[in-house]
């Protein structure tokens, strides 16, 4: 059996989507999901319970996604286990490709390949996401796609989950670069912000995330990876690309910038994007 948590706080919109989705051809008895609403004031929960098995729901009043991922682990009765953003969509071929490629090779932690959905979005989102398509960070599923896999030696890596902005960067940095795997054949698909605001927004948590990460965690440093410095100075090269690396770097400066900010105060904010949250 795979085991699957999904944390959700006030999901409604997209929960049934994710949930459908994912158990839609799933076997029975090869797939549990628990979803663990987490500070809901909406019927996440309801909506969550109305599809049945494979899926649970537990409930708390407290809100946090760690908090919420150490509930699912304890409730979880099997491995390998996933955990999966609950506006994230992956189907039940790309659980059953994460879960068999955990037992080869030695792979300890895999994540799908992560498809952005532009639906609706403007020039100016498009534009970063087209540039962020070719630096080696968008090769990185462990962060990018909403998705991570771990075989049971794998999640022995660490105890539990530390209330930290970015629990996959705090996964994925506990696995060498041999031990954790992006594949290709395995898809999500992730919905971006819709303006340039939201995306600014999103981009100064998940910065403020790996600034959190890089602080209260240094040793795992070592297991960062490429940085995406040199590849974006050799697009420079190309001429064509000049408009759009302009919207990558703003973005990018402006989102740093903010969270640098909020790190020195300590408060993490809560940049939710609610533009992409609409259920298709």
Not at 39 to 51: K, N, Q
Not at 264 to 269: K, Q
Request: hydrophobic letters at 40%.
């Amino acid at each position: 059996m795979i085991s699957v948590i999904v944390p959700a706080r006030n999901e409604s919109a997209v929960i049934a989507r994710t949930l459908k989705t994912m158990i839609d051809g799933a076997l029975q008895g090869e797939l549990e999901v628990i979803v663990v609403c987490n500070g809901c004031s909406d019927d996440t929960a309801e909506i969550a319970r109305r599809i049945g098995l494979p899926v649970r729901v537990i409930e708390t009043e407290s809100a946090g996604k760690s908090h919420a991922l150490n509930l699912g682990d304890q409730a979880a009765r099997s491995f390998p286990r996933i955990y999966v953003d609950a506006d994230v969509i992956i189907p039940i071929g790309g659980v059953r490709i994460l879960a068999r490629h955990l037992s080869r090779d030695g792979i300890l932690a895999a994540a799908p390949t992560p498809d952005i959905d532009l639906t609706g979005c403007s020039w100016w989102v498009r534009a970063f996401y087209d540039i962020r398509a070719l630096l080696p960070s968008s090769r990185e599923g462990i962060g990018g796609s909403g998705v991570y896999a771990l075989s049971r030696a794998g999640r022995r890596r660490f105890e539990r989950f530390p209330r930290i902005t970015a629990d996959d960067g705090y996964v994925r940095l506990h696995f060498k670069s041999h031990e954790r795997a992006t594949l290709a054949t395995a898809r999500s698909k992730v919905f971006a912000p819709r303006t340039i605001k939201d995306l600014i927004a999103t981009k100064t948590r998940a910065h403020y995330g790996s600034f959190e990460l890089a602080s209260r965690c240094p040793r795992l440093s070592e297991n960062r990876g490429n940085s995406n410095h040199n590849a974006i100075l050799a697009l420079f090269r190309r001429p064509m690309l000049w408009p759009k690396l302009l919207v990558y770097n703003y973005v990018t400066i402006l989102a740093r910038h903010r969270a640098r900010v909020r790190l020195r105060a300590g408060d993490p904010g809560w940049e939710r994007d609610d533009t992409s949250r609409a259920a298709i």
